[in-house]
Structure formats: C-alpha cells, structure tokens
C-alpha cells in the first residue's frame, strides 16, 4: 500500500493578468483549512509572493492551523523565463516578506509549475545561498509542460545540500504522470488513480498538490497562459475534487514537508547533467 502523503496547496492568483475579475483564492482556501482542520492534518502550503504581501492576514491565518508556509515564488513566472541574478532576487524578497509577516524562518520553496528543469537546475544552489532548506519543484518524469526525467522519485538533496521532494509519479516507463495532484487527480477515473495507488505507490516523502482553482467549479473558463492549449482540462474534474481528497488522506496525512528533511537523506545525492545557470 502506498505511504501517507503530506498535504500541499500552490497558493496563487489565478485571474488573467489585467482582468478587473474578483479574486476567488480566499473562498477555497478557508475551505480547505476546515477540511484539514476537521481530519487534524497539517501541510505545507506555498503562497505566491505577491500574494502574501497583498493578503498577510490570510498567510497568518494558514500558519494559525498549524500549517507549514512556504514560498511559491515571487511572482508565478516560471524559471525558465528569468536570469539566475532575478531568480535570486526574487527568492530573497519572497523569503523576507513571508518571514515578517509569520515571524519565523521559512525553509520551503515551490517552483511555478514543476519550472525546476534541467536547465534551470543551478537554482538550486541560488535557494541554498538564499538560506531555503528544501525545494519541492521536480516533476522526475517527462511532461508537456515542465518535467526532470531521470530526477528520482524520491526526495533526496542537489549537491550544494539542498533537500528535494519531488512531485509524485506513477506508471510505466516513460509513461509516468504526477497522478496525486492538480489536473491529474481531478481528471484520471478513480479506479486509475487506486491502481497506482495499490500496483505503483508514490514514495514516502512524496505529496498531494493543488490549487484554489482545484476545487472552485463555478469559475468561468478562460484560456490560461501558462498552460496553454491544454487550458480547457484545468476545468475537469473540480466538483469531485474535495472526494477525492477524501480517498486519499481516509488513513490520514503525512506532516509538512520541513519535519521530513530527513527522507532526503536517505534518497543521497542527485548529480543533475551540467547546466550554465537559470534560464
Ligand atoms: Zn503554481
């Protein structure tokens, strides 16, 4: 059977850049905090910069439950559209603005999109230098989008000491999907994702990842960016989403993902191939 996953949440601004739309993250979030209230589960939940600093009393609000807080970059640009020298400058203010508002140190940070590449791997030496203890932004498999073939499955630390928890994967080959989060858990039939659960389980250390719009229905359709043509499937899936969190958090939740650091030491050291810098 697989392992308990811990409970993650991309915390972003999903309206179309420029749009005068009411924002819909806060609805969904303080929905998800009762839900996990009422199972006593604690995760890790990355909040976009930006967001933060517009909305600090929902960031103290989550890290009220019990949650861990990390950073889900400063904007939600993926890496593969900046400099290393905006990585970091990027890293550093997300870090600062997240650490006064909760009065603590943060450890964690997401990447947008699973955008930690190949050839965007030396960001994880700049995390490192920016004083992260851990990143969680692989996607160890080939993907439309974004992914790490040859990344493991488990967590384990980049070179430079950094920990990792990749994205979980399941399936054959090079057929691997990350099946425990956003539109693959809302898409897949659940008698899909209950086989790799019993014949492919994820790794220890491995995690459920969404978003607000993952359990927001009513919200009309536009063409998102960053996804592109495969956009329309964003919108699969949602009113059944909360359900299927329920399946898989029935035997409970690992905690965040900072008290399982431990986990990437057992994974050891991934050497990525050769890369020149962010972008
Ligand atoms: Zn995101």
Not at 92 to 107: H, N, P, Q, S, T
Not at 239 to 257: N, Q, T, V, W, Y
């Amino acid at each position: 059977m697989a392992p308990p996953l811990t409970f993650t949440f991309d915390l972003e601004d999903h309206r179309p850049a420029g749009e005068p739309w009411p924002e819909r993250f806060t609805e969904p979030t303080l929905r998800i905090l009762e839900w996990l209230e009422e199972r006593s589960i604690r995760g890790t939940f990355f909040v976009v910069g930006t967001l933060a600093q517009d909305h600090p009393q929902l960031v103290r609000r989550i890290a009220g439950h019990g949650h861990e807080v990390g950073l889900h970059h400063w904007t939600h640009t993926q890496l593969t559209e900046m400099t290393p020298a905006q990585f970091r400058v990027d890293v550093d203010r997300g870090k600062r603005v997240l650490e006064d508002i909760l009065g603590e140190e943060v450890a964690g940070y997401r990447a947008p999109t699973a955008s930690l590449v190949p050839r965007t791997a030396a960001a994880a030496d700049l995390l490192a230098e920016a004083g992260y203890q851990y990143s969680s932004s692989v996607l160890p498999a080939h993907n439309p989008l974004f992914g790490f073939p040859g990344a493991p499955n488990e967590p384990f630390r980049w070179p430079c000491g950094l920990a990792e928890f990749p994205l979980a994967v399941a399936g054959f080959g090079p057929a691997k999907v990350p099946v425990t989060g956003g539109t693959y858990l809302r898409a897949l039939p659940w008698p899909v994702v209950a086989a790799f659960r019993r014949f492919q389980p994820w790794a220890p250390g491995n995690s459920v990842y969404f978003h607000p719009y993952d359990i927001d229905p009513d919200e009309p359709f536009w063409w998102v960016d960053d996804a592109g043509r495969l956009a329309p499937i964003l919108w699969i899936g949602r009113r059944g989403m909360l359900g299927r969190l329920d399946r898989l958090f029935a035997d409970g939740g690992a905690p965040p993902l900072r008290e399982r650091m431990h986990l990437a030491d057992r994974g050891g050291v991934f050497h990525p191939p050769a890369t020149v810098g962010v972008a």
